[in-house]
């Protein structure tokens, strides 16, 4: 999967998070990037843009997929 904020490109992982009776996302999810450098562009850039009528929010996780 290729994930793309105006001229960043990067190659990850992702899971989106979703309730499991229902199936609907819960409105969260986690990224892995293969490179560190990837991570903290992808902080400084996307952090705080809107998708949709929501404000995206990015953080540092240990989460592993």
Do not use: C, H
Request: charged share 25%.
């Amino acid at each position: 999967m290729i994930l793309y904020g105006g001229n960043l490109d990067f190659t990850l992982l992702f899971q989106v998070v979703r309730d499991k009776r229902t199936g609907k996302t819960k409105g969260y999810g986690f990224v892995s990037f293969s490179n560190p450098t990837d991570l903290a562009a992808a902080i400084k850039e996307m952090n705080g843009k809107y998708v949709g009528n929501r404000p995206i929010k990015l953080r540092k996780s240990n989460w592993r997929l």
